[in-house]
Nanobody, 126 residues
């Protein structure tokens, strides 16, 4: 499957932004989809993911309660709704996918995913 992430931009602290990850080639219904981000000079970090099948979600502690992952089957798209954004959320955001359901212990590991979108920049101003 090929992924394309979009929707990034500049937003003030406290604002909201919605990122989308559009898939082509195959339906995302049978994939686990993850979101990661990478700030300048830092390693890529896990943001959240939705598992294949029941679409159960998990989020990293820094974003839990502020970010939500959802899926639009008709559009074969996964969205990351981000609210109450903080300057420390500034990063390039990537979506990634892998066929099947990942167990919790590897859900947050970038190497668990084999398809990646190109990334979209989110800048949160203070």
């Amino acid at each position: 499957v090929q992924l394309q992430a979009y929707g990034g931009g500049l937003v003030q602290a406290g604002g909201s932004l919605r990122l989308s990850c559009a898939a082509s080639g195959r339906s995302l219904r049978t994939y686990t989809v993850g979101w990661f981000r990478q700030a300048p000079g830092k390693e890529r970090e896990f943001v959240g993911a939705a598992r294949s099948g029941d679409w159960s979600t998990s989020y990293a502690k820094p974003v839990k309660g502020r970010f939500t992952i959802s899926r639009d089957n008709a559009k074969n798209t996964v969205t990351l709704q981000m609210s109450y954004l903080k300057p420390e959320d500034t990063a390039v955001y990537y979506c990634a996918s892998v066929v099947g359901r990942l167990i919790t212990s590897v859900l947050s590991t970038p190497k668990s995913y084999d398809s990646w979108g190109q990334g979209t920049l989110v800048t949160v101003s203070s």
